[in-house]
Structures are given as C-alpha cells and as structure tokens.
C-alpha cells in the first residue's frame, strides 16, 4: 500500500519561506516520478513541481519557477519542497503524489494547508 504523508505547511507572511515535506512509503520508489500539486478554492488543482526518483529531470510550474525548489533524499524515502519569496496566490492546499506504471501521477497525500497573508 503506498502511502504519502504530508508535513511542514502553515500561515506565512509574504515574502517569507516554508519548506513542506513529503515521506513514502509501501513500495520501491525507483524509477518512479513524483510531484507537488495544489489547489486552491474554488480552482482546479494544478501542477507546481515535478522530479524524477534519481533526482535526474526537474520541472516546475511558470508561477514557481525561481522561487519553489523540489528536491528528495533517497534514503529518507523524503521529497521536499522549498517554498521562498511566498505570495499571497500561493494559498492553497498543497499535495505530494507519485506516479503508477501507464497511468501517471495515481497516488496522492492527504493535502496540507499553506496561507500566505499579504
């Protein structure tokens, strides 16, 4: 059963930084990609990040892009998200997923609330 867990969100000033983590679990993660996704009320959920188990492809969203920083410690079975210079459109419920085998992004955490306050 894999499994996601979310941790690390909050209410932060704009301008300011959190990091959110994500630790799995139930299964070998290699050759897996995973992701942070988000949303926002009363919006679809969107992609912000992406990266490969390896750590060998990176992408991010056009919103994010010099400002958020994915990263993952394999030994921890651990992704991050490095969240700086925070703007109040960051609000939203962020998400941690990985991939299945022909079907993409399938397996999703709980969700974790981050508030940004302008």
């Known amino acids: 059963q894999v499994q996601l867990v979310e941790s690390g969100g909050g209410l932060m000033q704009a301008g300011g930084s959190l990091r959110l983590s994500c630790r799995a679990s139930?299964?070998?993660?290699?050759?897996?990609?995973m992701g942070w996704f988000r949303q926002a009320p009363g919006k679809e959920r969107e992609f912000v990040a992406g990266?490969?188990?390896?750590?060998?492809?990176?992408n991010y969203a056009e919103s994010v892009k010099g400002r958020f920083t994915i990263s993952i410690d394999d030994d921890k079975n651990t992704m991050y998200l490095q969240m700086n210079s925070l703007k109040p459109e960051d609000t939203a419920v962020y998400y941690c997923?990985?991939?299945?085998?022909?079907?993409?992004?399938?397996?999703w955490g709980q969700g974790i609330q981050v508030t940004v306050s302008s």
């Open positions: 990266i490969g188990w390896s750590g060998s492809s990176i």
């Open positions: 997923s990985t991939t299945r085998t022909g079907v993409g992004y399938a397996y």
């Open positions: 139930g299964r070998t993660f290699s050759n897996y990609a």
